[in-house]
């Protein structure tokens, strides 16, 4: 079974966390992606953020944790993540670029949508959410 190795950002305004739903996928992700070789996945994180969504986080942001689960897009696969969040700054004004069809703002009070990808669903945001109520 294949593993892919990425790296993603929560970026987080106001209690809520930016999703994005790639072109020919239902569901939906963090911004992030495949670590090209010779990047550490911050660099992967911040470059893919920059690609999909027009957002510069390089020297933001701290790192939540490495997950693992079920690929959303690729059948018969895993995924392997890196992610770090950070706080989105008031002038940051994400918007849907390159291969990314859709964004959208998921409160995180909130019930959780069908529709998120399960490494978001099962890992990512419940340990997002236990990150902000420490901090």
């Known amino acids: 079974m294949t593993t892919f190795v990425t790296a993603a950002f929560c970026l987080v305004r106001d209690g809520r966390l ?10 939906f992700m963090l911004p992030g992606g495949k670590i090209d070789p010779g990047e550490s996945p911050r660099e992967a994180a911040v470059r893919e953020v920059m690609e999909e969504v027009g957002v510069d986080v390089s020297g933001l942001g701290e790192a939540l944790g490495r997950f693992h689960d079920v ?3 690729e059948p018969d696969a895993w995924v392997d993540a890196t992610v770090y969040v950070t706080h989105l700054r008031d002038d940051d004004a994400p918007a849907p670029l390159a291969e990314i069809a859709e964004q959208r703002w998921l409160g995180l009070d909130d019930d959780l949508p069908d529709d998120l990808a399960p490494l978001l669903r099962n890992h990512v945001v419940p340990s997002l959410r236990s990150h902000l109520a420490a901090g």
């Not at 930016?18 to 569901?27: D, E, I």
């Open 71 to 73: 690929a959303a897009n």
């Open 18 to 27: 930016l999703t994005v739903r790639k072109s020919g996928s239902t569901r």
